[in-house]
């Protein structure tokens, strides 16, 4: 039993590590691109967090923790977590663009993203598809 739960935990781990390696790069590229073409930067980070959202929630529903169906539960969860994470996703890049620079944000994105995904990990995994 223990040795499934540990099977469970890593095959999960590994495709939330690669769904979120597909939504950084999404992410990123739209908010590099945004803030290039004049975006601001909260406005250019909220718009890579929808695009990198949008991908993963059917793509971590359905292949990280196995969901064959998503409801409107599982989609509300999922934005009031998303909301919360996205808050303070924003607040860093933005510190970062403030006191570094806008192409410093731009190497701190990922970073900023990297540090928040073991967070949502827990998050989707015991509130959005519980």
Request: glycine share 10%.
């Amino acid at each position: 039993m223990v040795i499934e739960d540990w099977r469970l935990h890593l095959r999960q781990g590994t495709v939330f590590v690669l769904v979120g390696l597909g939504q950084l790069a999404l992410d990123t590229a739209v908010f590099v691109a945004s803030t290039a073409f004049g975006f601001p930067v909260i406005a250019g980070n909220l718009l890579g967090r929808v695009c990198g959202a949008s991908l993963g929630f059917w793509l971590n529903g359905r292949y990280t923790f196995g969901k064959q169906r998503l409801d409107w539960m599982h989609a509300l969860r999922f934005a009031i977590v998303w909301l919360l994470l996205t808050a303070l996703s924003t607040f860093l890049v933005a510190l970062a663009a403030s006191r570094l620079g806008l192409h410093d944000a731009w190497l701190a994105k990922p970073l900023v993203e990297a540090g928040i995904a073991v967070l949502s990990f827990f998050l989707w995994k015991h509130v959005v598809y519980r």
